[in-house]
């Protein structure tokens, strides 16, 4: 069982910048390809990046390619979503999830291929 733990997230202006972070339990977090979503009410939830366990391979949703980025430290169980140049549209509660059963390589962006999440972490971003 994996627990994950978001924290960072608030209210900023347009243009700011944001760090947020998932703690999780667990020892086999190293070995676990990390993501981050976010949803806004009466939306789906979308993916917005991931990490692979091995090499740290990123990728990104368009919306946020060159603005965000995801890193993670595995000595500390975290993961990290560095938000840049924010934008009113990102406002959303973000979410971190892990996938446990992936290849080493393998960069998940589908909701059903994450098999543990956090409670969620709201972002708001003001005009």
């Known amino acids: 069982q994996v627990q994950l733990v978001e924290s960072g997230g608030g209210l900023v202006q347009a243009g700011g910048s944001l760090r947020l972070s998932c703690a999780a339990s667990?020892?086999?977090?190293?070995?676990?390809?990390m993501g981050w979503f976010r949803q806004t009410p009466g939306k789906e939830r979308e993916f917005v990046a991931v990490?692979?366990?091995?090499?740290?391979?990123?990728y990104y949703a368009d919306s946020v390619k060159g603005r965000f980025a995801i890193s993670r430290d595995n000595a500390k169980n975290t993961v990290y979503l560095q938000m840049n140049s924010l934008k009113p549209e990102d406002t959303a509660v973000y979410y971190c999830?892990?996938?446990?059963?992936?290849?080493?390589?393998?960069?998940?962006?589908?909701?059903?291929?994450?098999?543990?999440w956090g409670q969620g972490t709201q972002v708001t971003v003001s005009s």
């Open positions: 990490i692979s366990w091995s090499r740290g391979s990123t």
């Open positions: 667990g020892r086999t977090f190293s070995s676990y390809s």
């Open positions: 999830a892990a996938d446990a059963n992936s290849g080493a390589y393998y960069l998940a962006t589908r909701r059903v291929e994450y098999d543990y």
